[in-house]
T-cell receptor, first 113, second 113 residues
Framework: GNSVTQMEGPVTLSEEAFLTINCTYT??????LFWYVQYPGEGLQLLLK?????DKGSNKGFEATYRKETTSFHLEKGSVQVSDSAVYFC????????????FGKGTLLTVNP | NAGVTQTPKFQVLKTGQSMTLQCAQD?????MSWYRQDPGMGLRLIHY???????DQGEVPNGYNVSRSTTEDFPLRLLSAAPSQTSVYFC????????????FGPGTRLTVT
């Protein structure tokens, strides 16, 4: 089956620190990969995506590269802000699987001023 | 576009009561799904639909019913609420074409006492 493993939180950083949240996956088939973000009290928002090997998704200063050889999709940001405090979910979907998203358990990020 | 909307935002039920969580989308998406979010568990798929009149079970379907009579609406029914169904429920929709990213509603926080 499909599965996503992401680093356990919580992660606490100071403003302007470098962020990495690790994500690895297993998939039966060729997945598309996503990072979703959930701000406090809100639903999930798509942060970035990548659909094939070596693709780099980017948005709002966040980046993640689809690494097929290591089955990874690590999220990075060079300089985090207090407003980045949220829960981040790595997810995958395999085309032809009736569109079922498989999520990691989420990583809580807190950024202190 | 309102995107994906959910009502109510909050609900408290007593054990044994029934209720329907409403979900609607105005993006003409074929695919809709329901997830529940529990601490440390990530998001788990309850039921999904690939089009009007077609529904199927996800990972945790017990205690829930769905139907899809129109493209826009996908209600989730709790038949006889149990404390184990205390959770935050999210509805999502997708166009069903690659790369299959899903758009989420704001969620319904349900407490069963």
């Amino acid at each position: 089956g499909n599965s996503v493993t992401q680093m356990e939180g919580p992660v606490t950083l100071s403003e302007e620190a470098f962020l990495t949240i690790n994500c690895t996956y297993t998939a039966t088939g060729y997945p598309s990969l996503f990072w979703y973000v959930q701000y406090p009290g809100e639903g999930l928002q798509l942060l970035l995506k990548a659909t094939k090997a070596d693709d780099k998704g980017s948005n709002k200063g966040f980046e993640a590269t689809y690494r097929k050889e290591t089955t990874s999709f690590h999220l990075e940001k060079g300089s985090v802000q207090v407003s980045d405090s949220a829960v981040y979910f790595c997810a995958l979907i395999v085309g032809g699987s009736n569109y079922k998203l498989t999520f990691g358990k989420g990583t809580l990020l807190t950024v202190n001023p | 576009n309102a995107g994906v909307t959910q009502t109510p935002k909050f609900q408290v039920l007593k054990t044994g009561q029934s209720m329907t969580l409403q979900c609607a989308q105005d993006m003409n998406h074929e695919y809709m799904s329901w997830y529940r979010q529990d601490p440390g568990m990530g998001l788990r798929l309850i039921h999904y639909s690939v089009g009007a009149g077609i529904t199927d079970q996800g990972e945790v379907p017990n205690g829930y019913n769905v139907s899809r009579s129109t493209t826009e609406d996908f209600p989730l029914r709790l038949l006889s609420a149990a404390p184990s169904q205390t959770s935050v429920y999210f509805c999502a929709s997708s166009s069903g074409t690659g790369p299959y990213e899903q758009y989420f509603g704001p969620g319904t926080r349900l407490t069963v006492t």
